[in-house]
């Protein structure tokens, strides 16, 4: 009568299932080694992309079985994912793939058990995931796609009714307002930052207009309540609150999860602007040390279609001495003229000229003022004690190198641009004199003997990253093939794109123009690698980590779930009886859990966007000496936002499976016997 | 002639309390004609309730068969199990069971919505039905809002509305006033002769039962004439 206790295995289930699980494999395989190939992807995307394509499939194999083998199918799935662990260990032996480990350039037997397992597991995993959804669809009996008088059922389960729309309304856009509101408040009193948009002062006036109606309704309630009898009290199931403080759980998760990332991304883009502030997007270079047809190569590569500048340079590392002060830095040759195509360079002087690097003559023998925008850029007692140490000292001692010298000879010596933390460091203010030493000299009777020389400081540059401020110093492009006598060799040319994001492909196609050998790029990402793969794992790692905070939030409405199956069981009973499928009490169930998790999600999303909205406008305050960054950056990313959603619904529909599938087996008479 | 609505061969039952089993229906057989009308008595714990149950495909039997026009249930997938409770028959409990957040018409509305009728038209057979159980006036209450016999209107409406051919009534006036459950009976009495349901009516009142065309009586586990 009802389902016989032992099912039968369905073998052609299992074998369509392992036909499809080997598939999947195979085209991960071939995936991975094509993109690796013939695609521009970092080798982290085509990892991504070719097990993600793989997850996908297991989950759409597993949906399908699940018609086929009319139910969950997990012993079918199971024995096909244990046969599809053996195949992929033999497939994988064969191909000897390149090991994780640094130890050795092969894959050791013991990894590829555990690649086996692992690919075994995700297919009976992922594939039961899916057959969970074609089970919700009837897969057991003939699909039946319709979720009407179950949403019905749910709705009232979860006391869905205009007063509680309205709350959880009003709970899910107050408290967002209210912040929104607060930064906007912000922003307007200490006058910093975009001004406040009509939008933003309509949400919070909406916010607030929301809290007082709010307010009169809670009042009305009380009201009513204190009409009834004396100790008759509302009734409202335990479900009712556990409901609530599962939406809370998702919420506060979801919260966490998205401000914690956006700030994150916000420190990643910070880094990122800085880095391209100071660095061009991508390095054109030779193999060999002989780049003298540097000045034929430049407009064929300005003329590559994605290339937006082009500028030579050259690098070398050198000692640097002022007074009593000496120390070491990267000696870098531009061409003002163009470096400014290519890098933020001209944007970060706070003192003198870029150009007069290469014009000395024009660097005045007066005492440069900083400029007017410097002060806003940098205020705050730290600049003062910088302007005391450079500026205040070259007033004061001014002729202190300079009488010595010829004043004609002063004038012709070349500029030099350095970094605002250098020129603290050697106490050197515009027009102070530093001497520069290289140790590749010429050879002398003891070796080769250092080679010096003086400079003009003709700018200050400030980036915001202290390592480029305290390490880049720069000199015009002839002076530096002069003092490293190099001809008319340039060590390279700096590009820059029009994509930030494609330099690595554009920079294959500037290559390609060229004719290939000898000429190779490096794009930002591969020259900065460490600090953004550092970068990278930290926010992985916090990602999981407050995915854990939404997995506990996911428990809150299992635990909700199966106090509710418990609570209506009688009604599961008399809905059978009634001739409701096994399906369609699981899909009341999920389609709670699910709203549930939507709800929470929701309300965690405005949360999260109001909370990065009032950081970005109020401006966190943090130490610059650690950080090097004033406030507390945050960028908000809408895919990131779109992730942390799909996380949550995709972690609450797991937390519903098991109640919902508890509710589906219930027998009719369970919730009848009762009484 | 056709087969009988329902026919139980040699059904037996029982259950498992701890260690001990209980054996509560032991070889029960009987058959029901189409239309016809029954009451089934015996005294408490006897297990009316479970042969009911077991007829109505709710709980399979341990073991024997259960036919419903000709068609052996024990052979029916999940799915068509489903479909025959909610097309075939129509279940009345001593408790009226329904759903107290809706109203009466959307409680007598829900088999049609399990059926995947539209909300109109099952509204609309709803309606119908809570007509002809008297129940015109009281469609938008909720179970809360009516009195115990109302309710268990609502619950013969709600049984009948996708017109089963086999109604199971479990005590249905057992938890109403003598008053009430004889406009119940006479409801019962009447729809069957209507409608041509045929109905197995349990029930402890012996008055009710005799005016019954047809009696019968759950005795150590057998099911016997009366």
């Known amino acids: 009568m009802s389902l016989p206790l032992a099912r039968r295995f369905r073998r052609r289930a299992f074998v369509l299932a392992f036909v499809l699980f080997a598939s999947a494999f195979a085209a991960q395989i071939a995936l991975r080694s094509v993109l690796g190939n013939q695609s521009l992807l970092s080798p982290d995307a085509v990892l991504g992309v070719s097990f993600g394509a793989e997850a996908v499939a297991f989950v759409v194999i597993g949906f399908a079985i699940s018609f086929l083998a009319r139910g969950f199918g997990g012993r079918e799935l199971g024995a096909a994912a244990l046969l599809l662990a053996l195949g992929a260990f033999a497939t994988l032996q064969r191909l000897k793939p390149p090991s994780f480990s640094y130890d050795r350039f092969f894959a050791s037997t013991q990894e590829l058990v555990i690649w086996a397992g692992l690919t075994g597991a995700a297919a009976w995993l992922l594939g039961l995931w899916g057959a969970s959804a074609g089970v919700l669809l009837g897969a057991a009996g003939t699909p039946d796609l319709s979720f009407g008088y179950e949403a019905g059922i749910a709705r009232t389960h979860l006391r869905l009714n205009r007063r509680t729309l309205f709350l959880l309304l009003a709970f899910g856009l107050i408290p967002p307002g209210l912040l929104f509101g607060a930064g906007v408040a912000a922003t307007r009193y200490f006058h910093k930052g975009p001004e406040a948009s009509p939008l933003g002062i309509a949400v919070a006036a909406a916010s607030v207009l929301a809290a007082l109606v709010l307010i009169a309704q809670w009042i009305r309630a009380r009201a009513a309540l204190a009409k009834l009898e004396p100790g008759q009290r509302k009734k409202r199931p335990a479900t009712v609150v556990m409901t609530a403080i599962s939406i809370a759980g998702v919420a506060v998760g979801v919260w966490a999860l998205t401000v914690v990332l956006s700030v994150m991304s916000g420190f990643e883009a910070d880094l990122k602007h800085k880095i391209l502030g100071t660095n061009s997007h991508g390095l054109l270079l030779k193999y060999s040390n002989d780049f003298s047809e540097w000045k034929a190569v430049m407009p064929k590569v300005a003329a590559v279609p994605g290339v937006a500048g082009v500028s030579p340079f050259i690098l070398n590392e050198v000692i640097l001495s002022h007074g009593q002060t000496v120390t070491g830095a990267e000696l870098k040759g531009i061409d003002p003229a163009t470096v400014g195509d290519v890098s933020e360079l001209p944007r970060q002087v706070i003192a003198g000229e870029l150009s007069w690097v290469t014009d000395p003559a024009s660097i005045p023998s007066t005492v440069v003022e900083p400029h007017a925008d410097a002060a806003s850029k940098l205020e705050g007692p730290e600049y003062e004690q910088y302007l005391d140490d450079t500026l205040k000292r070259r007033q004061s001692h001014r002729d202190e190198t300079d009488k010595k010298l010829d004043p004609d000879a002063v004038k012709n010596l070349p500029g030099i641009c350095i970094g605002k933390e250098m020129s603290h460091q050697l106490r050197a203010w515009v027009g102070d004199i530093i001497n520069v030493i290289t140790p590749l000299g010429e050879m002398g009777p003891t070796g080769p003997t250092p080679r010096s020389r003086a400079f003009r400081t003709a700018c200050i540059l400030y980036s915001g990253m202290y390592e480029y401020d305290s390490k880049f110093v720069y000199i015009g492009i002839p002076e530096a093939q002069r003092f490293f006598k190099m001809g008319e060799n340039v060590v390279g040319l700096e590009l820059k794109f029009k994509d930030v994001d494609a330099a690595r492909a554009e920079g294959r196609r500037v290559v390609a123009t060229l004719g290939g050998f000898p000429y190779r790029t490096k794009d930002w990402a591969e020259l900065n690698r460490n600090l953004f793969s550092a970068l990278k794992l930290e926010k992985l790692a916090m990602a999981i980590i407050l995915t854990f905070i939404v997995l506990v939030a996911c428990f809150n409405i299992l635990s909700t779930l199966i106090m509710l199956v418990l609570e209506k069981t009688k009604e599961i009973s008399i809905l059978k009886s009634m001739g409701a499928r096994d399906a369609s009490v699981m899909k009341i169930f999920v389609i709670e859990g699910l709203s549930i998790g939507a709800i929470g999600t929701a309300m965690g999303l405005l949360l999260g966007l109001a909370s990065c909205s009032f950081i970005e406008r109020y401006g966190l305050q943090l130490d610059p000496d650690v950080y090097y960054i004033s406030n507390l950056p945050v960028n908000a990313d809408a895919g990131q936002f779109v992730a942390v959603a799909a996380i949550s619904l995709a972690l609450s529909y797991l937390a519903t499976l098991y109640p919902a599938t508890k509710a589906s087996r219930l027998s009719p008479v369970d919730g009848l016997r009762e009484e | ?226």
Not at chain 2, 151 to 167: E, F, G, N, T, W
């Open chain 2, 1 to 226: 002639m056709d087969a009988p609505l329902l026919e139980a061969r040699d059904v037996h039952k029982s259950y498992w309390m701890g260690e001990k089993e209980i054996h509560v229906l032991r070889g029960a057989s009987f058959c029901l004609r189409k239309g016809e009308m029954a009451s089934l008595v015996g005294p408490s714990g006897v297990g009316k309730s479970t042969f009911l149950h077991v007829i109505g495909t709710l709980d399979p039997p341990t073991r024997g068969q259960v036919l419903f026009e000709g068609n052996d249930a024990s052979a029916m997938s999940e799915q068509e199990l489903a479909a025959f409770r909610n097309r075939a028959v129509g279940f009345v409990f001593q408790f009226h069971y329904l759903l107290p957040e809706f109203t009466a018409l959307e409680n007598a509305a829900m088999p049609g919505l399990i059926n995947r009728l539209s909300k109109q038209a099952a509204e609309a057979q709803a309606r119908e039905m809570l007509e002809i159980v008297g129940l015109a006036h009281r469609m938008d209450h909720r179970p809360g809002e009516l009195s115990g016999g109302e309710q268990q209107r609502v619950a013969l409406a709600r049984a009948l509305v996708l017109k089963p051919r086999l109604l199971l009534a479990d005590e249905p006036t057992g938890n109403l006033d003598e008053a009430t459950g004889e406009g119940i009976h006479q409801l019962l009495v009447e729809l069957n002769q209507k409608l041509g349901i045929g109905a197995i009516v349990v029930t402890h009142n012996p008055r009710l039962a005799e005016r019954m065309p047809r009696r019968l009586r759950l005795h150590e586990g057998l099911v016997v004439d009366a």
